[in-house]
């Protein structure tokens, strides 16, 4: 829900236009582009994410269960890793690092919320 509530109201704004990357096409309505692409797949990821050359901001919202709580977190940091190199090859517009922890890396593990980023 966070992914769909998210181009729901990007896509009610006339200032962004938005494209969403999915590994299956989209179960609602949407004036939204998408994208199909699996970001466990390394080599598939590389040529569709190279199509977003005029992009300028990404935002992950996919979650991958998995049985531990380890394995989840690998799942999801690859995951997430793959997206942000293939974005930043294909457009110029994004910058060089994901805005995160304060060093401007995303934390790592569990964090409790409600979070208050400081």
Do not use: C
């Not at 990357?21 to 998408?34: I, K, L, Q």
């Not at 457009?91 to 790592?108: E, H, K, R, V």
Request: no cysteine; net charge positive.
């Amino acid at each position: 829900m966070i992914g769909r509530a998210l181009i729901d109201h990007l896509t009610g704004d006339p200032g962004w236009d938005g494209s969403r990357a999915v590994a299956t096409g989209p179960d609602f309505e949407t004036t939204a582009r998408f994208l199909s692409v699996d970001l466990r797949e390394k080599d598939s990821s590389k040529a569709a994410l190279a199509q977003l050359k005029k992009t300028t901001h990404v935002f992950y919202a996919a979650y991958q269960p998995m049985p531990t709580r380890t394995l989840e977190v690998d799942a999801n940091l690859a995951s997430l890793s793959t997206l942000w190199r293939r974005s930043v090859r294909a457009s110029s517009s994004l910058g060089s690092q994901p805005y995160g922890g304060g060093s401007g890396t995303a934390p790592i593990g569990p964090i409790r919320t409600p979070a208050l980023e400081r």
